[in-house]
């Protein structure tokens, strides 16, 4: 009987966890992440997902000119500070975090519209015995609204 | 008892199998190796070279400009707000069909988005609700309820609040609609916006007026570059009939823009205000764009949309 119960209890288990990462990660972009966007209007898109320390992550979008943007990217409380790094078409580094204090966010605008990269990491951490976090990770846009 | 925990043992492993293969067989956002080209100064080359490294196993995403910030990259473009060019609420009734109405969610979100910049108090309630209807039929739970309604009606006169409430409902909608695994739903919301957004800039372009020096039509040629992002957006999505139907659109608009030609500084240059902390990238384009291919982008987006609200 106590079989069948931890059995039935996995079954639950591999059914609802999977949904709710998912909704965890809704939560956090929505409760947390998009208030480091303030007070920049958040553009309504939604980019979450879950990542384990040593995964990456790249988001390609257009900006506009003349436009005034926010980037925010967030992650988990268990997970190591995250680094991005924005890119133009050519591969060029125009931001990284790394390079101000792991900072969540970065402002900007741009004389001419471009399609820029963003690439997102998670750390590993030193100790490599400990078993990977894995938590969620949001990547969130702001806007000035003219 | 034995035999109804032995049913229940039975229907424990099955679920368990079911759940591994819904949510276990998942494959994210990882894309098919994207071709390598060389660095030039031409736009869609430049573009290619950004997606180079894309065959690597990472998350990746692709984002559209999304109906709100389309409607405020046209209104800050110097457009006047013309209702007559907005898809009528009227119309909402028509969609039945889970393309239909992903498509119209976008486009009218667009709309309320267009509405609402412009302080269309009566049109934004409007939109809203054929926002949710629409919502509502695809079976997207909660994105836009009652009381999202009443929030908008109540602060009708407050835009930034107003900005908020469209924001945050189009984000329940493409979470849910992510979260529910249905990306290719999301992706045609997201691209119905994006046509509706085209379809509003081309339109407020009279054929008499020129070309140059107008940051509408500035603002049109720049989706040249998200084109890209649509493409690959739906190119995701592409076991899906709906999205299929969708491509050979976007296939034809790309025929178009790819006459359009934008060449853009390949090193861009960054300086910081210190003060405000702002960072402006720095670059120069030019763009080659003749009437005859703004008049025939501007049928192609016209027959495209007409087909997505009818």
Redesign the interface.
């Known amino acids: 009987m106590k079989r069948y119960v931890t059995l039935i209890f996995i079954s639950f288990f591999l059914i609802f966890i999977p949904l709710n990462s998912h909704a965890q990660c809704k939560g956090f972009a929505k409760n947390v992440c998009k208030m480091e966007l303030v007070p920049y209007t958040h553009d309504g898109n939604y980019h979450a997902a879950v990542l384990t320390e040593g995964e990456e992550a790249e988001l390609y979008k257009t900006f506009y000119s003349g436009q005034e943007y926010r980037i925010a990217i967030c992650g988990s409380d268990n997970l190591p500070e995250i680094e991005f790094k924005i890119m133009d078409a050519s591969q060029n580094v125009l931001f990284s975090n790394k390079d101000k204090d792991f900072t969540k966010t970065w402002d900007f605008k741009l004389e001419t519209s471009q399609q820029l990269k963003i690439a997102v990491k998670v750390p590993t951490r030193g100790d490599k015995s400990a078993e990977p976090e894995s938590g969620c990770v949001a990547i969130m846009f702001g806007f000035k609204v003219k | 008892m034995s035999i109804m925990?032995n049913k229940?043992?039975t229907?424990?492993?099955f679920?368990?199998f079911?759940?591994?293969f819904l949510?276990?067989c998942k494959s994210?956002?990882q894309k098919q190796p994207a071709e390598e080209s060389e660095?030039t100064v031409d736009?869609s080359e430049?573009?290619q070279?950004?997606?180079?490294d894309?065959n690597?196993a990472?998350?990746?995403?692709?984002?559209?400009?999304?109906?709100?910030?389309t409607a405020?990259?046209i209104?800050?473009a110097g457009a006047i707000y013309d209702e007559d060019l907005l898809n009528n609420v009227d119309n909402s009734g028509n969609y039945t069909t889970n393309k239909s109405m992903a498509l119209n969610l976008g486009i009218y979100t667009c709309d309320l988005s267009f509405a609402s910049?412009y302080d269309q108090t009566q049109a934004s309630i409007s939109y809203m609700n054929a926002a949710k209807k629409m919502a509502d039929g695809l079976g997207i739970l909660d994105a836009i309820n009652d009381e999202t309604i009443e929030r908008l009606e109540e602060n009708i006169n407050n835009?930034?609040v107003i900005?908020?409430i469209?924001?945050?409902?189009?984000?329940n909608s493409?979470?849910y609609l992510?979260?529910n695994d249905r990306t290719a739903i999301a992706a045609i919301v997201l691209v119905g916006g994006w046509v509706e957004g085209l379809y509003l800039a081309t339109q407020m372009v009279p054929d008499s007026v020129s070309l140059k020096n107008n940051k509408l039509v500035?603002?049109i040629v720049?989706q040249k570059?998200?084109l890209?992002?649509v493409m690959?957006l739906l190119a995701d999505n592409s076991d899906n009939p709906d999205v299929q139907s969708i491509q050979k659109d976007i296939d034809d608009l790309k025929a178009i823009f790819d006459k359009i030609i934008m060449k853009?500084s390949?090193?861009?240059e960054?300086s910081v205000d210190t003060a405000?902390?702002?960072?402006?990238?720095?670059?120069?384009?030019q763009v080659t764009l003749t009437p005859e291919v703004f008049k025939e982008l501007k049928k192609k987006v016209e027959i495209i949309r007409s087909n997505y609200i009818s």
């Open positions: 925990v229940m043992f229907r424990a492993v679920l368990a079911l759940s591994m949510f276990g994210g956002n660095i736009v430049l573009n070279d950004l997606f180079q894309i690597e990472k998350q990746i995403f692709y984002s559209l400009p999304s109906p709100l910030e405020m990259l209104r800050s910049l835009r930034d900005m908020d469209i924001s945050e409902t189009f984000m493409s979470s992510k979260e500035d603002r720049d570059l998200s890209d992002i690959r853009t390949s090193n861009l960054t405000t902390d702002v960072t402006t990238i720095k670059s120069q384009t």
